[in-house]
């Protein structure tokens, strides 16, 4: 009997091609077993041994630099993304606090650096459990990620996309997410990987029929067009541009 391989995928919308091409690879489901978390999951499953690989946040380097990505595909935005977003009902330099979403590493990281070096603010910042986007006043802010950035941004009266924000800093791409690895995963686990994805982005009208939201989003325009999913040569620079602004926060540099 063969021992299947556990993987780990992001469950929010922005990875239903991907999920939808692996769930329709026979290949691929015959030596794979697939959960369904959020980025801050994926990436403890990873560092705990409980998959061999998964699609996590790019946060995962900062702590751990040797790990291997896996795959070709990623999660990723030139501009605006939409599901990344810091939410306030004051403006920018009168956030005195930010709540940090306990779902993501790299988007929490992402804005400290745009605080400290774009925007030129320095605020406080909390760490957060399930429910805080509904307990943020006065002058405080919170990032939120994924599905929920949707219902929330309705809330608030200044979201700022940090998609955005970062491309107005650096002028490149910015990835979320990529496959990790603590260690290189068979050549052919990596095919199928890359192969079942690649067909979910070739049939992604037929992935969002399969999928059920309330969200009130055109999902075609979101999934063909705002996200990016090749992790070529491009986004292979700018994930090395956030890195290297990750070591200049973890070194103080901005404080």
Known sequence: MTIKSNISIVSYINTIPLLYGIEQSQELNKII?????????????????????????????????????????????EGKVDSVLLCSNVP?????????????????????????????????????????????????????????????????????????????????PFVFACWFAKKEISPLLKELLDKAQQFGLENINKAINCFQTNLIIDLHEYLSQTIKYNFDSRMRIALNQFLFEIDELKKGEYT
Request: proline share 2%; hydrophobic share 40%; with cysteine.
């Open 33 to 77: 077993t697939l959960s369904k978390d959020y980025p801050a999951e994926c990436a403890r499953k990873i560092t705990e041994n409980e998959v061999v690989a998964g699609l996590a946040s790019v946060g995962i380097l900062s702590e751990n630099p040797d790990y291997h990505i896996v795959s070709d595909m990623c999660i990723a935005c």
């Open 92 to 172: 920018l330099e009168k956030i005195t606090k930010i709540h940090l979403d306990y779902q993501s590493k790299t988007s929490n990281l992402l804005v400290q650096i745009l605080a400290n070096k774009f925007w030129q603010i320095y605020p406080a910042y909390s760490t957060t459990t399930i429910g805080y986007e509904d307990t943020i006043s006065n002058s405080e802010a919170a990032v939120i990620i994924g599905n929920r950035a949707f219902i929330y941004q309705k809330k608030f009266k200044y979201v700022f996309d940090l998609g955005l924000e970062w491309y107005k800093f650096k002028k490149s």
